[in-house]
């Protein structure tokens, strides 16, 4: 079946200007996250969705980064003015309901193949 | 807060055994995991710890061991091939507590003939 899909796969912007970058989750999974690579870095995660609401949002950096996810399946990660500093590859994962109750459980974070931002 | 380290980078040559090493840093306990990251690609996961034997085998012929008091993680490959030229990534992840992977800096393999 198709995996987590991220588009566009580029986008260069110049500093101040606004934009949107678009995460298409695996059908069926409920929790969908966020995380930034910035250059010789590992991801650091941004934001979390169970379905529409944001469960865990500490890792958004400023009040410049938003995300939503209205219908609970597609999510938009907005930046308002962006910064030279914000030019990194943002990476959106999904994973699927866990078991409740089960022991050492953990949902597999799938990575779709992420969205380079430049900003010139 | 949890925090994790790993070497830079690491270059061997084609079919010498690989230890990819990883030390994690949390107060509360954590799953752990490994994630391959090829040129140009995603993050795909090559093996997870969450509880019963330390050693776990993952794919592509990869293995790591959970050692608690080391707090370590390490990821061994007995015979690399050109092909495992990639960025590797240890991941851990709070034991019933928030769903983020926090990652560490990863290890450039360079697998040179």
């Known amino acids: 079946g198709a995996g987590v899909s991220q588009t566009p796969s580029n986008k260069v912007t110049e500093k101040g200007k606004y934009v949107e970058l678009r995460c298409d989750p695996i059908?069926?999974?409920?929790?969908l996250y966020w995380y930034r690579q910035s250059l010789g870095q590992g991801p650091e995660f941004l934001i979390y969705f169970q379905g529409t609401g944001a469960a865990d949002d500490s890792g958004l950096p400023n009040d410049r980064f938003f995300a939503v996810r209205p219908e609970g399946s597609v999510s938009t990660l907005k930046i308002q003015r962006t910064e030279r500093g914000d030019s990194a590859v943002y990476l959106c994962?999904?994973?699927?309901?866990?078991?409740?109750?089960?022991?050492?459980?953990?949902?597999?974070?799938?990575f779709g193949p992420g969205t380079r931002l430049t900003v010139l | 807060a949890q925090s994790v380290t790993q070497l830079d980078s690491l270059p061997v040559f084609e079919e010498a055994p690989v230890e990819l090493r990883c030390n994690y840093s949390?107060?509360?306990?954590?799953?752990l995991f490994w994630y391959v990251q090829y040129p140009n690609q995603g993050l795909q996961l090559l093996l997870k710890?969450?509880?019963?034997?330390?050693l776990v085998k993952g794919i592509n012929g990869f293995e790591a061991e959970f050692n608690k008091s080391q707090t370590s993680f390490h990821l061994r490959k007995p015979s690399v091939h050109i092909s495992d030229t990639a960025e590797y990534f240890c991941a851990v992840i709070t034991q019933g507590g928030s769903e983020k992977l926090v990652f560490g800096k990863g290890t450039k393999l360079t697998v040179n003939p």
């Open positions: 710890y969450l509880s019963g034997s330390t």
């Open positions: 059908s069926g999974h409920t929790a």
């Open positions: 994962a999904s994973s699927s309901p866990g078991l409740a109750g089960a022991l050492s459980s953990y949902n597999e974070q799938f």
């Open positions: 949390s107060s509360v306990s954590v799953y």
